[in-house]
């Protein structure tokens, strides 16, 4: 099948809705900015899915495998014989996989933007902005090499910060745009080194001849990376250990996770699209892309389990403590991507040695569905509360059936009970977890049993706990008009997500996706599901008990744990740390001090030389008086002078 004819269409019209509401969308298209930004980008679903069912039941297999298939490539900057950058579009398992994810998540968004943010001032310019970001995702995913994919990561980031900071006349949600697009871009410094390093030692930027090169351990390439260290570490670990900073930056693993709670000064819609299928997931997909390369290196490896190890307990804990909905979804996000991380750690190469790598995507595939449900059921009910705050809540059932209902069935996939699909996805990683290491699969474990308790906290804390709902307490008013559930366009995307959240589960996802491209046939292990799922039991039970009804439990609970509570409710003090960090010691020890010398030692060289020149120009510039006598006078001064040297110089 030729591609080509269309591939190029999937990226390039949520860009042409970016171009054409950014221009022309405040003056001409304001009211239908919506509308236009949705047809286009149901276009390019379309075309996504007819992709993935041509590429994974058509020609994508061959021999048994899936083979990489490169639908479009130009050559676009040449630095050698060997090395150069091309912009093409890689179709494989897994970047056809995420051009589904990203288009369909991110049209639900479209969709239900179309009521919840209706009457915004600046209508087409949120519309304009979802276009770049879904632009920058799609380009992200089908990147043919490491450097095209570096281009689009940056424009994630700068499109991520448009839109964290869509409400820019708050003074929060101009902090929260700098603070991630800061974060990101310290840890994206760390990807590119990585980048160069990769690209010189294998000669290429291309992902194919990356790993086909520095996974063949008699390549002159491969042992060139693995003989030259520094610090105790190969070229090969250093390379892979930098460019996985830059995908831990990018999904906010532990300790670069600092800017993904303040995110959520966004819309909620966006904070839908950021978390759920598209930004915070693009350092997973960075591992899984060059995971060949990351299976031949030991240590990298271990970094990343456990890294995401740390960053799915360390979530969870603080997700218990939070109050904010979209800040306890924010933590659930990280967690959950922490997940798949360690997952990817965890895995081998090739069989069921890489049930780690199937697991992780397959969580990917699945988290996609129930995260976005969650933010857009959330952002469902902040629009008809008019707060972020679970004490304001209680008690919606009755007045948000359907919202309840989508609620529940994601807090369900989310917490891993069967037959939902995040049972199986979390199934196959505790799996892969303990076949590889018991102490990350107790710690994993124990993880999933804290989703499960403070995601049930979340559900009882909004829909049941008190026995009124916010409307019977204030006789009918609620901050605002909003006494419903919204349109159809939203309502629309939470039934579909729904639908997906319950049935993605059964998609026989080894079958398409797995670490060596041939199918990875993966069987349900019930004895071994039993633990998960008594776990995720007792997580929702202990929620049940504590915040069903509204009782002095929750309190005394705080009061009994005392400092530790109050630890975790502040996040381990992580961000006042780096505030510590930033104020006291670099801007105090390296920021004044390099200031200083930029003002007194640069600024005032400059200016002494300024000042030395100005002094001599006052000082000569009488002998250009304009005068033709005093010209005549210094000439003929001259040449007595010359002659007095002559007759000198002569004797």
């Not at 869509?166 to 603070?179: D, E, I, W």
């Not at 159809?488 to 579909?496: E, G, N, R």
């Amino acid at each position: 099948m030729n591609y080509s004819s269309y591939i190029l269409l999937i990226p390039m019209l949520p860009l042409l809705a970016f171009v054409v509401l950014g221009l022309f969308g405040k003056k001409y298209f304001n009211t239908s900015a919506g509308v236009i930004a949705t047809g286009l980008l149901l276009i390019s679903t379309v075309l996504s899915v007819y992709t993935a069912w041509h590429y994974f039941l058509v020609d994508g297999k061959v021999n048994d495998a899936y083979q990489p298939i490169k639908a479009f490539q130009y050559t676009w900057l040449v630095f050698n014989d060997h090395l150069q950058i091309d912009m093409g579009v890689l179709l494989d398992p897994i970047s056809v996989m995420m051009l589904v994810v990203i288009s369909f998540v991110s049209l639900m968004v479209h969709i239900f933007s179309l009521w919840y943010m209706k009457g915004e001032e600046r209508f087409a310019t949120y519309y304009a902005f979802l276009g770049l970001f879904t632009f920058s995702m799609l380009g992200l995913v089908i990147s043919t090499n490491i450097f095209q994919m570096y281009m689009f990561w940056e424009l994630v980031g700068v499109s991520s910060f448009l839109l964290i900071g869509y409400y820019f006349q708050k003074p929060s949600a101009v902090a929260a745009s700098k603070k991630a697009f800061i974060v990101t871009r310290f840890a994206d410094l760390f990807f590119l080194i990585g980048i160069l390093i990769v690209g010189v030692q294998s000669n290429s930027f291309d992902f194919g001849t990356i790993i086909q090169t520095l996974t063949n351990t008699q390549s002159p390439e491969f042992l060139s990376a693995t003989s030259t260290s520094f610090i105790g570490a190969s070229l090969l670990t250093w390379a892979l250990a930098l460019i996985f900073i830059g995908g831990a930056g990018k999904s906010a693993m532990f300790p670069l996770h600092i800017w993904l709670p303040d995110a959520m000064e966004g819309p909620t819609p966006v904070s839908a699209l950021i978390h759920a299928a598209t930004m915070v997931v693009a350092g997973v997909y960075l591992v899984a892309r060059m995971f060949p390369v990351f299976a031949v290196n030991e240590v990298s490896l271990q970094l990343v389990t456990w890294v995401g190890l740390t960053s799915a307990l360390f979530a969870a804990i603080i997700a218990c403590t939070q109050t904010d909905i979209k800040r306890v979804l924010a933590y659930s996000t990280m967690s959950q991507i922490g997940y798949m991380m360690f997952a990817l750690g965890v895995s081998g190469y090739g069989g069921e040695q890489g049930l780690g790598f199937t697991g992780s995507l397959f969580h990917l595939f699945t988290h996609a569905f129930f995260k976005s449900l969650l933010f857009l059921a959330a952002g469902a009910v902040i629009h008809f509360i008019h707060s972020n705050e679970m004490t304001d809540m209680g008690g919606l059932r009755k007045h948000m059936p359907l919202t309840n209902i989508v609620f529940l069935v994601a807090c369900l996939a989310i917490a891993g009970v069967p037959p939902l699909s995040g049972f199986f996805s979390k199934e196959e990683i505790l799996l892969a977890s303990f076949n590889a290491d018991k102490i990350v699969y107790g710690i994993a474990l124990l993880t999933s049993g804290l989703t499960a308790f403070y995601m049930f906290r979340l559900y009882f804390s909004i829909f049941w706990n008190k026995t009124s709902s916010p409307l019977e307490r204030t006789g009918g008013e609620v901050h605002g008009e909003h006494h419903s559930e919204g349109a159809l366009a939203m309502k629309l995307p939470l039934i579909l997500l729904a639908v997906l959240t319950i049935a993605a589960g059964m998609v026989p996802f080894g079958e398409y996706v797995s670490s060596d491209g041939k199918p990875l046939e993966t069987d349900l292990h019930l004895l071994f599901s039993i633990a998960p799922v008594v776990v995720a039991a007792l997580g929702i039970g202990l929620a049940t008990y504590v915040y069903k009804k509204k009782s002095d439990r929750p309190a005394a609970i705080a009061h009994t744990m005392g400092a530790v509570y109050k630890t975790a409710y502040r996040k381990f003090y992580i961000d006042e740390l780096y505030l510590f960090i930033t104020k006291k010691i670099i801007f105090n020890f390296i920021a004044r001090p390099a200031a200083w010398i930029d003002k007194h030692i640069v600024d005032g060289t400059m200016n002494g030389l300024a000042s030395v020149t100005g002094s001599f120009s006052a000082l000569i510039k009488g002998w250009q008086s304009g005068k033709v006598q005093h010209y005549v006078l210094y000439f003929f001064g001259g040449i007595a002078v010359l002659a007095v040297l002559f007759i000198y110089l002569w004797k």
